[in-house]
């Protein structure tokens, strides 16, 4: 089956801009997540949608938010960007039904902020 | 609080050797283990999970509720090994599954 597929790979935008990634979950799985990564933090949580639903969400900002559609595919969006934005984007698709947690992540987009 | 803590960075060992990988978490309820690893320019994946008790690539984890702990462990470790290793947790509930808690990592050599 196809994995997760995440666009961009990479983005460059300069401070004070707003920028929209996307996610497409492997097909069947409802449960999208993003994290952040970075090599100071390491892997932090951003929220979580489930069928539309955003039903967990991580210590952020309200500058981050994110949605998800019908088809599950889901998109977070940044505004007004900041230097300490640049990170690793991840987003992971779960089934989360009869006990199968497994998360599959995708690639991950690059965000640089200049 | 939710914490997983991986207490070393870097870990390295030669091929043949045993390895283990260390994580203790704390959670105010009853997690679900797993164990993520990153070969180099590879997504991060799976290796394993505590409620499956399997044995992935020759490496095992057992859950010590007593001790908070769930190590990675290798008998033998491999040059193929060498990789990023991030144990994590999630609750095993409603909207508990959807959020993982990841623990630093670790980043494991294997020399020949």
């Known amino acids: 089956k196809a994995g997760v597929t995440q666009t961009p790979r990479y983005l460059i935008k300069t401070r004070g801009q707003q920028v929209t990634l996307s996610c497409s979950p492997i097909?069947?799985?409802?449960?999208v997540s993003w994290y952040q990564q970075t090599p100071g933090q390491g892997l932090q949580f951003l929220f979580e949608y489930f069928s539309e639903t955003q039903r967990n969400k991580g210590n952020f900002p309200g500058r981050f938010s994110g949605r998800q559609f019908s088809n599950s595919r889901s998109e977070m969006n940044v505004s007004t960007l900041e230097l300490g934005d640049s990170a690793l984007y991840l987003c992971a698709s779960s089934f989360l039904r009869g006990g199968d947690t497994e998360a599959f992540f995708g690639q991950g987009t690059r965000l640089t902020v200049v | 609080a939710q914490r997983v803590t991986q207490p070393e960075k870097l870990l390295s060992v030669f091929k043949g050797a045993p390895v283990e990988l260390k994580c203790n978490y704390s959670?105010?309820?009853?997690?679900?283990l797993f164990w993520y690893v990153q070969y180099s320019r590879q997504r991060l994946q799976l290796l394993l999970r505590h409620i499956s008790r399997e044995s992935i690539k020759g490496f095992t984890a057992d859950l010590n509720k007593g001790e908070t702990s769930f190590h990675l462990k290798k008998p033998f470790a491999q040059e193929e090994d060498s990789a990023m290793y991030y144990c994590?947790?999630?609750?095993?509930?409603?909207?508990?599954?959807?959020?993982?808690?990841f623990g630093r990592g670790t980043q494991l050599t294997v020399w020949p």
């Open positions: 994590a947790l999630s609750g095993r509930g409603g909207s508990t599954l959807g959020r993982l808690y």
């Open positions: 097909s069947g799985h409802r449960s």
């Open positions: 959670y105010s309820g009853s997690p679900e």
